[in-house]
């Protein structure tokens, strides 16, 4: 089977600056994949979108060695079937291009159900489940992060995850407090991710304090790499870990696991390669007893729909990261919606085409 792959970029336009421990985003370039069969005019589109100073895969001449791989992939003579055509994929993208491998699952799994944006069973897009969501809270000063608690608490949401970080470490604590004070533990779920902006040496005197104030859990508090000081932090933590950019480039996924023995994992398919990397992990995560979430990497709406359907295929139990789809001026135009809370599939709704 011949097919052709076109590649459309965009840079997206935040609403607002998007401010993390990295430094404030205000414009977010992604690469939407269109894969087409000549002969029946099928058709499927994906997304590649590293994420700037964070994928293994930011290179300022990303789009010039993806358009490569594509007009190399345009002669090959792939596989008629859809799983033999994933494996095949998942063998001729190199591992140091995660969101191109993902870009291309997303793109042939489309292709595969002949365009309609789903990509296998699952309850979000086939019987309209709403799947429950944490509201974000970027970084910014005190102000403005304080107005963007009470948005979130006004549109419903029951599971508030704070970026800190960036500010003074005791006027989070106050925004924190602040929460707190209004709503307990069981009536609102609190996650903070740190991003890895604590040192190893300050980091458990930081955990206690948010330990104090109910906190759910933790993500990445300290660097990425540092598996020795990460483990000893997993161990004697007064509040749960998840770890984030540490699972970025990991290979033996349970090598990792079993050294650093996290409470939580989170998944980002953009930055671990994919659909089948993602499940992967989730295996062995779910054998060690670890849990797990799924995140949105700042994708457009093509690619926060396929991570809303891989997390729907596990009947996720605890809100995910999938709030992201506002945060865009220009935006695709899709059936997904927030409310209350929750994300869901809105099939009334059209999908706006790629260009």
């Known amino acids: 089977m011949i097919l052709k792959f ?19 985003l205000k414009t977010r370039n992604i690469w939407w994949i269109k894969v087409v069969n000549s002969k029946d005019s099928r058709i499927g589109w994906g997304e590649a979108a590293p994420l700037v100073r964070l ?42 291009f995660p969101s191109l491998r993902f870009g291309l699952e997303m793109a042939i799994m489309d292709f595969f159900q002949d365009g309609e944006k789903r990509f296998f069973p699952n309850n979000f897009y086939d019987g309209q489940k709403p799947i429950p969501i944490n509201g974000l809270i970027w970084m910014g000063d005190r102000n403005f992060m304080r107005e963007q608690i009470d948005a979130k608490i006004r549109q419903g949401f029951t599971c508030i995850k704070m970026k800190i970080g960036a500010i003074d470490f005791e006027q989070e604590l106050e925004l924190l407090r602040y929460i707190r004070e209004r709503f307990s533990e069981d009536e609102l779920t609190l996650r903070v991710d740190a ?32 598996w020795a000081e990460m483990s000893k932090l997993c161990a004697k933590t007064p509040l749960p870990i998840a770890l984030d950019e540490e699972l970025i480039g990991i290979r033996d996924k349970g ?53 809303a359907q891989l997390a729907s295929k596990f009947n996720p139990r605890v809100p995910q990261g999938l709030g992201t ?22 099939k009334d709704l059209s999908w706006e085409v790629p260009r």
């Not at 290179?59 to 055509?85: G, H, I, M």
């Not at 979430?293 to 457009?300: F, G, K, P, Q, R």
């Not at 789809?325 to 809105?346: D, K």
Request: no cysteine; glycine share 6%; aromatic share 8%.
């Open 255 to 307: 090598l990792l696991l079993d050294h650093i023995k996290p409470q939580h994992i989170i998944l980002k398919p953009t930055l671990i390669g994919g659909f089948l990397e993602s499940e992967e992990w989730i295996e062995e995560a779910e054998k060690r007893a670890i849990g797990w979430w799924m995140t949105s990497a700042l994708e457009s709406n093509i690619g926060l729909n396929a991570i």
């Open 55 to 96: 994928s293994v895969d930011d290179r300022p001449d990303f789009e010039a060695k993806v358009q490569d791989f594509l007009n190399e992939f345009s002669t090959y003579d792939f596989p008629e079937e859809q799983e033999s055509l994933l494996a095949f994929i998942k063998d001729i993208v190199p591992s140091d």
């Open 195 to 226: 991003n890895g902006a604590f040192s190893t040496m300050e980091a458990i005197s930081k955990l206690e304090r948010l330990a104090e104030l109910g906190i759910h859990s933790i993500e990445q508090p300290i660097a990425a790499g540092q």
């Open 6 to 24: 076109q590649l459309v970029p965009r840079t997206l336009k935040f609403r607002f600056d998007a401010g993390t421990s990295r430094g404030v």
């Open 325 to 346: 789809g506002q945060l865009y001026h220009n935006n695709l135009n899709s059936p997904l919606v927030i409310s209350a809370g929750h994300i869901r599939y809105q």
